[in-house]
C-alpha cells in the first residue's frame, strides 16, 4: 500500500497462465474494505467497477481504456490496461490439460504463461468507503477458468479516484 503521494506508481505486470485463444479476460476493480486477497474478503469488498476483454482483443494485443461497468450511479469510470496476447504453445495446452488433471487430483502444477497483462491506471472511480477513502485494488482473471490458477491482483493504491498501478 502505497502512503501519502498521489503521484505514487506501482510497476505491477502479471504473466495469466492458462489463457487461451478463445479466452475473456475480467477485470474487476474493488476497494479494500476488508483484509487481504482471500477470496471471502474480495466477496465483502465494494466493487468499484468491472471490465471484460473480448477473446479477439487479448489473442491480438490490447492498449488502451476500458469503460468500467458497475462504476455507480452517474459515474463514468475507466480502467487502462496492456495486454501482450499470443497463440498458446503446445507447451501451454500441454500446461492447461496437466492444470485440469491436478485440479481432479487436488495437486497443483508449476505455472506456464501465455499473456501477459499489464494494469496502468484507472480514473473516475467513485469512493466506494463511508468514512476516509477507498484504496482500489485490480484483479484479473480468466473468463470461465475459475480463480484457483487464473486470477491475480495489483496491490492496494492510496489514491482512491485516480489510481496508478503501471
Not at 104 to 124: F, M, Q, T, Y
Not at 136 to 154: D, F, H, I, L, N
Request: charged share 25%; proline share 4%.
Amino acid at each position: 500500500v502505497a502512503e501519502g503521494s498521489e503521484q505514487v506508481e506501482f510497476d505491477h505486470e502479471m504473466s495469466v497462465a492458462g489463457c487461451n485463444i478463445g479466452d475473456s479476460l475480467v477485470f474487476t476493480v474493488k476497494d479494500t474494505d476488508v483484509g487481504d486477497d482471500s477470496t471471502a474478503q474480495d466477496l465483502a469488498n465494494t466493487t468499484l467497477g468491472t471490465a471484460t476483454l473480448s477473446a479477439d482483443l487479448v489473442k491480438s494485443g490490447y492498449l488502451g481504456e476500458l469503460q468500467l461497468e458497475q462504476a455507480g450511479y452517474n459515474v463514468q469510470a475507466f480502467l487502462k490496461v496492456s495486454i501482450e496476447g499470443k497463440d498458446p504453445t503446445p507447451a501451454d495446452l500441454a500446461w492447461m490439460a496437466e492444470v485440469m488433471a491436478a485440479d481432479v487430483g487436488g495437486g497443483k502444477p508449476p505455472l506456464r504463461n501465455s499473456c501477459k497483462v499489464e494494469i496502468i491506471d484507472a480514473h473516475g472511480l467513485r469512493n466506494g468507503d463511508w468514512v476516509g477513502t477507498s484504496e482500489p485494488y485490480c484483479m484479473v482473471q480468466v473468463a470461465g477458468k475459475g480463480e484457483r490458477y487464473s486470477r491475480w491482483q495489483t496491490e492496494p493504491h492510496k489514491n482512491w479516484k485516480d489510481p496508478k498501478w503501471n
